[in-house]
């Protein structure tokens, strides 16, 4: 069983008014095989929490441990961090003019695992989990994200889940911008990669329409960056019936 362990995590973030600090003190376990989704109204810091465990130079750890099976990922580079087993899902995917698909996913996962894939199960591999995620064989050599709609992006963010394989997956708001058929599609591909039961998965999100298809085993509501309350996913039903009145007293983050 692999652990990923956040304790005490305070987080800075650069601003043009100097640092701002955003995390005050999270704690959180997830272990392998565990679905944890993160909730919270905007401005809670939940995307600091995202960027921090990916090593994001702009977000500064002030204080606290980040430690994967007992190794301190502040001490690792984005890219150690990623060969370690981390994976992040970003909110808002980046556009790589002059890097097709092709090429970013083959680069990605030789530098994953040190070795280029063999080409033929590689194919394969890739042509199974576009058609897994309804992605059209054509974008595979589209520029990287260049002109996708929001909804071509995400999957295209689980597309790389799919084909990496991490340890642990950190999914920040993966949900927004879906429309009906696209939130399934992608819940579905989040489930076939946690199916095994060997990985991690840390969902943030605003909304519980997305529970519907990811089942939680934790929910922890986060105010003002920190953990406000935790429970089971019966905590997704009290926030949706309630939202976020009973917490937003408690402050938020920047």
Known sequence: MSTLEIRDLHVSVETENGPVQILHGVNLTVNSGQTHAIMGPNGSGKSTLAYALAGHPKYTVTSGSLTLDGEDLLE????????????????????????SVSNFLRSAKTAIDGEAPKLRTW???????????????????RDLNTGFSGGE?????????????????????????????????????????????????LLITHYTRILRYIKPDFVHVFVGGKVAEEGGPELAEKLEEHGYADYVGEGAAV
């Open 76 to 99: 690792m580079t984005p890219d150690e961090r990623a060969r370690a087993g981390m994976f992040l899902a970003m909110q808002y995917p980046v556009e790589v003019p002059g890097v």
């Open 153 to 201: 992006k995400k999957r295209h963010e689980i597309l790389q889940l799919e084909l990496l394989n991490p340890t642990f997956a950190v999914l920040d708001e993966t949900d927004s911008g879906l429309d009906i058929d696209a939130l399934r599609i992608v819940s579905d591909g989040v489930n076939r990669f946690s199916s095994g039961g060997d990985k991690g998965v």
């Open 123 to 141: 194919v394969k591999d890739v042509k199974t989990a576009m058609d897994n995620l309804r992605i059209d064989p054509e974008f595979s050599e």
